[in-house]
């Protein structure tokens, strides 16, 4: 029965990631927000093309400056990581070891494959054409920003992994600092939540739910990955932090371009705001 015991941390977690979404939701509901109508109509005042290439590369230096800060908070961790991290990571992975359940294996095995590469990266193309056809204002930023993030995170995980040698378990010695996988489920698919949460809803409750999804998908990578032993516990932890720091610096260089997500209006307001802000017509002659 003690191998169960290893199975039940799955369910859990979960467990406690929606419960707590579900008590941050009725903690916390919406207040009524004001839709920055004014900010749609004077991104439409300016040239497009403009608008695009000084927003791009405003962009790119944000991202870029926030991928430094993650790289520099990461690499210092990697040190107490790399150095001291076995004496919790050994007794973890015979605990493991010792506790599978070949159905949750296999269940896990195909779980685990949410984080991969090509699959993060394929969630991302699909999400950046889907946005870049219903986003109401610089309709640029969705697929600038996710082809932006496939690019930086890629060459910023590859720096850290030429930083840090560490091999991983026996049983999958490739494994290294970071876990790529917890890391790639926090921030591409929390950037893209966050892209569609900013243009479809605004709300609060929306944001906690989407948050607590992600959670929940960087939880079960991390899990997953320490299950089937394809990292150390330690290397799956950092990756969730990593996946955070990445997303936060992304989610600001979205903000430093478009502002703060603001709850839209109905359709009626819209209309009222466009007429407001058109000039009016003279008397007739």
């Known amino acids: 029965m003690t191998r169960y015991l290893a199975v039940l941390i799955w369910p859990v977690g979960?467990?406690?990631?929606?419960?707590?979404?579900?008590?941050a939701s009725r903690a916390n509901p919406d207040l009524p927000t004001e839709w920055a109508g004014h900010q749609s109509h004077r991104a439409r005042a300016g040239s497009p093309i403009a608008d695009a290439g000084t927003g791009s590369v405003r962009?790119?230096?944000?991202?870029?400056?926030?991928?430094?800060?993650?790289?520099?908070?990461?690499?210092?961790?990697?040190?107490?990581?790399v150095n001291h991290g076995l004496t919790i990571d050994k007794p973890i992975f015979?605990?493991?070891?010792?506790?599978?359940?070949?159905?949750?294996?296999?269940?896990?095995?195909?779980?685990?494959k949410i984080g991969d590469t090509w699959t993060t990266w394929g969630a991302a193309f699909a999400a950046a054409?889907?946005?870049?056809?219903?986003?109401?204002?610089?309709?640029?930023?969705?697929?600038?920003?996710?082809?932006?993030?496939?690019?930086?995170?890629?060459f910023t995980t590859l720096a850290l992994r030429h930083v840090f040698h560490r091999v991983g378990p026996p049983t999958s010695p490739l494994g290294t600092y970071p876990s790529g996988g917890a890391e790639r489920c926090i921030?591409?698919?929390?950037?893209?939540?966050?892209?569609?949460?900013?243009?479809?809803?605004?709300?609060?409750?929306?944001?906690?739910?989407?948050?607590?999804?992600?959670?929940?998908?960087?939880?079960?990578?991390?899990?997953?990955?320490?299950?089937?032993?394809?990292?150390?516990?330690t290397d799956a932890l950092s990756g969730v932090l990593y996946g955070a720091l990445?997303?936060?610096?992304?989610?600001?260089?979205?903000?430093?371009?478009?502002?703060?997500?603001?709850?839209?209006?109905?359709?009626?307001?819209?209309?009222?705001?466009?007429v407001a802000t058109s000039p009016s017509e003279g008397p007739v002659a």
């Open 14 to 23: 979960m467990a406690v990631i929606f419960g707590a979404a579900v008590f």
């Open 59 to 81: 962009f790119l230096v944000v991202a870029l400056v926030g991928s430094v800060v993650a790289f520099a908070v990461m690499a210092l961790l990697g040190l107490l990581v």
């Open 94 to 112: 015979n605990w493991v070891q010792g506790h599978h359940v070949h159905l949750v294996k296999a269940a896990m095995e195909r779980l685990t």
């Open 129 to 154: 054409v889907c946005l870049a056809v219903t986003w109401r204002d610089r309709r640029w930023l969705p697929p600038v920003a996710l082809a932006a993030l496939i690019v930086i995170d890629h």
């Open 187 to 233: 921030v591409f698919y929390g950037l893209i939540a966050y892209l569609l949460w900013r243009e479809f809803s605004g709300q609060r409750r929306f944001a906690i739910w989407a948050a607590a999804a992600v959670a929940a998908l960087g939880f079960n990578e991390a899990f997953s990955r320490v299950y089937l032993s394809l990292h150390w516990f």
């Open 246 to 274: 990445m997303l936060a610096a992304f989610i600001i260089a979205v903000r430093a371009v478009a502002g703060r997500a603001r709850a839209p209006r109905s359709a009626a307001a819209e209309s009222q705001v466009a």
